[in-house]
């Protein structure tokens, strides 16, 4: 089984920082991309960023130029940094990813528990 357990999450006044991570543990043979959802109350939850295993990234619109997100591939972790956050921000953040088990043959997607970022005016 593998498990994504995300870290990071707070209370942050707008224009402050958060730095979000995401490590995925169990019988991991291969991750393809890993990457942030986010989900505010009474929305869908919507792409915040992604990264593949080949370095390509995606970023929702309306996060460009504010989070970065990175990977270590040998620790299986993922990390959003999050710059300038704004009070629309606020939700709870899901780690995504899709991965190759140990002597498995198809690939399955995963999901953390969530974090909850608040932004404060």
């Known amino acids: 089984q593998v498990q994504l357990v995300e870290s990071g999450g707070g209370l942050v006044q707008a224009g402050g920082s958060l730095r979000l991570s995401c490590a995925a543990s169990?019988?991991?043979?291969?991750?393809?991309?890993m990457g942030w959802y986010r989900q505010a109350p009474g929305k869908q939850r919507n792409l915040v960023a992604r990264?593949?295993?080949?370095?390509?990234?995606d970023y929702a619109d309306s996060v460009k130029g504010r989070f970065t997100i990175s990977r270590n591939n040998a620790k299986n972790t993922v990390y959003l940094q999050m710059n300038s956050l704004k009070p629309e921000d606020t939700a709870v953040y899901y780690c995504n990813a899709d991965v190759l088990t140990v002597g498995g043959i198809r690939w399955y997607n995963y999901w953390g528990q969530g974090t909850q970022v608040t932004v404060s005016s």
């Open positions: 169990g019988n991991i043979f291969s991750i393809n991309v």
């Open positions: 990264m593949y295993s080949d370095g390509s990234l």
